[in-house]
């Protein structure tokens, strides 16, 4: 024997909005992991640099690009200014803007400054800088 307790239709009726807790308790977990992830992420520590003991393939005559104490450049042994480096530099590598410019700065450069110089390399379409070091000399 079978009793009918609703009687209303048969049709179920659609419901026409989206359960969004879930999403909410996704984001909520990737936000927690976020928070705690993004400071370790920074560095706040002071470094000085050490010297490198690598090996370093030049070509047959590679282009140095110097930063003197006196913050002028030189391009060689040669002195340039700042605002004739494009013109020189095209001189110097016949156009050539993928070829490898070897950048160095004495040590007490501020670093501002040698950021400066390597925008002006940028916007001089030398994508291509290596910074020079001195080399570790390993011995007893």
């Known amino acids: 024997m079978s009793v009918r307790l609703d009687h209303g239709e048969d049709t179920l009726n659609e419901v026409h909005e989206i359960n969004v807790t879930p999403f909410i308790d996704v984001m909520l977990v990737l936000l927690i992991i976020f928070m705690v992830a993004a400071p370790l992420a920074t560095v706040?520590?002071?470094v000085n640099l050490p010297a490198v003991d690598a090996t370093q393939h030049k070509p047959d005559k590679p282009v140095y690009l110097t930063v003197k104490p006196d913050l002028t450049l030189a391009l060689g042994n040669d002195a340039i200014a700042r605002d004739a480096l494009r013109g020189t530099l095209d001189a110097a590598t016949s156009g050539e803007k993928d070829k490898l410019i070897y950048l160095r700065a004495d040590k007490t450069?501020?670093?501002g400054e040698l950021m400066e110089v390597m925008n002006l390399l940028r916007k001089?379409?030398?994508l291509r800088v290596s910074l020079v070091?001195?080399?570790k000399v390993s011995g007893p």
């Open 124 to 126: 001089a379409g030398y």
């Open 133 to 135: 070091a001195l080399e």
């Open 109 to 111: 450069v501020p670093y």
């Open 44 to 46: 706040d520590i002071q």
